[in-house]
C-alpha cells in the first residue's frame, strides 16, 4: 500500500520530531528461515524496487487508528559498504499514514492538492 513514513527515531535514540516523509510502497511480509525455525516479520519501504528507507527487521505493528499504522522494529546499518561488513543493530519505529492522495492521483492520472495544505484550520 502507498504510505508516507516517518521516522522517530535515529541511532536508537528518539527523536523530538520525525523525520520524513518518506514516500512509497509499504509492505509487511514474514521473513527467515523455515528451516531453522527463525520466521519474523519484515517492514520495507520501496520506490520503483529500491528501498528508500533501511527496512525494519523483527517487525511489529504497535498499534492502527484513523491517524495511521505504528510500526516498530530493528534497523541494521553498514559499518562500511562492504558486503561482509559488520553492522550496528538499532530501534527504529515507524508512523505510516496511508497516503490515499497518490493513490487517488495514479487512478485518475491528474495531480492531486495535498489535503493537509487545505485542512490547516482542523
Known sequence: MLA??????????????????????????????????TKHQRAELLAKNASVVPPLQYA???????????????EYIARRPASKSRVDRYAQTWWCRMDGGRVLQRLIGEPVPDLDDELDFV
Open 60 to 74: 511489529w505493528v504497535v498499534r492502527v487508528s484513523g491517524q495511521g499504522i505504528v510500526i516498530t522494529g530493528y
Open 4 to 37: 508516507a513514513v516517518y521516522r522517530l527515531r535515529e541511532c536508537g535514540q528518539k527523536l523530538p520530531t520525525p523525520i520524513g516523509p518518506d514516500h512509497g510502497d509499504l509492505r509487511v511480509f514474514p521473513f527467515g528461515s523455515v528451516w531453522q525455525n
